[in-house]
């Protein structure tokens, strides 16, 4: 029992350590530990099982050579016996860097097993007494600390575990000085606790799968077992009833072959993406003024500079469809100024033309005395509003 409580209260000093909001991680690129895992095993055990078997006294005295005498013994003390183990395994770890620490519980079948047969001549028993010593499983639960290198783990692992066991005692029938004592059988079952530790090195195969080799000792300790009564032959021809008591020990050695399933582990915290760059605002198109006298459509020596300026920044770019349009000022009926806008762009775009500008990339038109550059009032001559605009989008 005090592996018990040594145990349990060492996995929860562990899992109190963890702060729940740590960022348990795995240096940037390295293979992740961190998560539950379920596996299977399969192994060898190497075994030592011990064993006895008393009959107590009873008050009348025994008679030698009866089937259980009272105050018989018998002892089982094994070599160390192998058989084959396999079970399977569940755990959680976490990790700091390259430090991995975490728990496992695991439970396997198969067990070692020792028996013994009375031969003749055996004080105080009879031949044919039976005796026998078996474990059916084994469980533990654990702690583990290891050190994490590329995809190897490197890892020491101890806690507490458990085993059944059984022992029995068959006594066959006999008759003693013609007294016949009925065979019988005494049998009883316990569970052994005991400390466990070892180590192993645990290979990532993939993100979510590894294999391991682990090894470790576990002493389960020794235990008392009632096995009940049995009949005996007694003083004065009786048959009496004396009660057998047995005691079972157990310790081992065992490798194992380990295949886990990792589950998701938490992916460190990927890093915002950068905000996409606004993209440039589309450049502001090229506008070339060409202004005009009074009441005239023919283009001046300082406007054929303009549209000279105009034609050469349509061949440094790409060809796109220029605007050429005509204006007004508010002097003269609306009819005639729409007119006079016409005749205004009309003669630009022909200006272009000349200078290698294709008629059919540009957008003619006439505006009037609409969209005055200077707002006046009716009838006023203003210089700004009589022009031309070529506009390159």
């Given amino acids: 029992m005090r592996y018990t409580v040594t145990a349990a209260a060492g996995l929860g000093l562990l899992a109190s350590s963890v702060p729940a909001s740590a960022q348990l991680l795995p240096p940037p690129g390295a293979v992740s530990w961190q998560g539950p895992h379920v596996g299977l ?102 702690g ?55 180590g192993g090195i645990e290979y990532a195969v993939s993100p979510n799968l590894s294999v391991a080799g682990e090894y470790r000792y576990t002493d389960y300790g020794h235990d008392t077992i009632r096995l009940g009564s049995v009949p005996t032959a007694a003083a004065g021809g009786l048959v009496a009833s004396a009660p057998v008591t047995g005691r079972i020990g157990l310790r081992d050695n065992t490798l194992l072959f380990k295949v886990n399933y990792r589950f998701g582990a938490p992916l460190p915290p990927q890093p915002m993406p950068a905000a996409a760059p606004a993209p440039p605002p589309p450049p502001a198109p ?64 022909n200006a272009l033309a000349s200078l290698g500008v294709p008629r059919n990339q540009m957008l003619v038109s006439g505006r009037g005395e609409n969209d005055n550059r200077v707002p006046t009032a009716d009838g006023v001559r203003e210089p700004q509003n009589r022009r031309v605009e070529i506009t390159a989008p």
């Fill in 286 to 349: 090229k506008v070339f003024i060409v202004f005009f006298d009074w009441d005239r459509d023919t283009i001046t020596a300082e406007g054929r500079q303009i549209v000279q300026q105009a034609a050469d920044a349509y061949r440094t770019g790409a060809p796109v469809q220029i605007q050429v349009t005509g204006y007004t000022d508010r002097s003269g009926s609306p009819g005639y100024n729409q007119r006079l806008s016409e005749r205004r762009a009309n003669n630009v775009a």
């Fill in 41 to 142: 095993s399969i192994g060898g055990e190497w075994s030592r099982l011990s064993d006895s078997v008393s009959v107590a006294p009873t008050p009348a005295g025994a008679v030698p050579g009866s089937a259980a005498v009272a105050g018989s013994n018998a002892s089982l003390r094994s070599a160390h016996r192998g058989n084959v183990t396999g079970g399977g395994q569940l755990g959680y770890d976490w990790q700091l860097n390259n430090l991995v620490f975490g728990v496992e519980g695991d439970i396997r079948g198969g067990g070692p097993s020792v028996s013994t047969t009375i031969g003749a001549g055996s004080p105080n028993l009879a031949a044919g007494d039976n005796f026998k010593a078996d474990s059916d499983f084994n469980a533990s639960v654990r």
């Fill in 144 to 198: 583990r600390l290891g050190y994490a290198w590329n995809q190897f783990l490197f890892y020491g692992t101890g806690g507490v575990a458990f085993a059944d066991a059984h022992l029995r005692a068959n006594y066959p029938a006999t008759t003693i000085g013609g007294l016949a004592v009925p065979g019988s059988t005494a049998s009883g079952s316990t569970t052994l606790i005991g400390p466990t530790g070892g």
